[in-house]
């Protein structure tokens, strides 16, 4: 399994399947979650309003519509609280069950945006480290590829660290 992080906006990436930072209604919002909508077009919203929410560490499937990606995978990331009520735990599921769910719609490349750490306020390093150290541990065939989708040029610089491909 190959593991890595791009800069980019993760709207334009043609994998199987993305990850959105989505809230517990799924009815949209800002940040990455603003863009998959204005991108994948109104149906996008239309198939979520069927989905009746999700819970916070849960996530939901919907396809792509007008995105290059087949699928969106619709994750719903803790709030940030200070790390006392059980944020890293609830981050922790968001990849993991991402990841599960990926694979079992037979989906061979995935990308993830830095779930909970643009308005959740969560530590982006802190998130980094979960979110390779689960990826690593949970993705198997037929999951081949995963992207960590970085949208400012120092959360890339971050995971590539944290990746290893660049010195501390
Ligand atoms: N591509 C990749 N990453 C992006 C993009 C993009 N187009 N746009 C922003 N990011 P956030 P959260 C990065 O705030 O913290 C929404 O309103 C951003 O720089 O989108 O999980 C939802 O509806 C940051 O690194 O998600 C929820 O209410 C990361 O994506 C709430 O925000 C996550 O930032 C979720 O908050």
């Given at each position: 399994m190959q593991l890595h992080a791009v800069q980019a906006d993760i709207t334009t990436l043609a994998v199987d399947a993305i990850v959105n930072a989505a809230n517990r209604s799924l009815l949209g919002g800002g940040g990455v979650d603003g863009a998959i909508h204005r991108a994948a077009g109104p149906e996008l919203l239309v198939a979520c309003r069927a989905l009746n929410g999700c819970r916070t560490g849960q996530v939901k499937l919907t396809p792509g519509f007008r995105?290059?990606?087949?699928y969106v995978i619709h994750a719903v990331g803790p709030v940030w609280h200070g790390g006392g009520q059980g944020e890293a735990a609830l981050l922790a599921d968001c990849y993991r069950n991402s990841v599960t769910l990926a694979m079992a719609q037979g989906c061979a490349s995935l990308a993830f945006p830095?779930?909970?750490?643009?308005?959740?306020?969560?530590?982006v390093e802190a998130a980094a480290e979960i979110a390779i150290a689960i990826v690593r541990a949970a993705a198997m065939e037929p999951l081949a590829e995963v992207i960590f989708c970085c949208f400012s040029a120092a959360d890339h610089m971050l995971y590539q660290r944290l990746l290893g491909r660049l010195p501390r």
């Open positions: 995105l290059p990606a087949k830095a779930i909970s750490t643009g308005v959740y306020g969560y530590p």
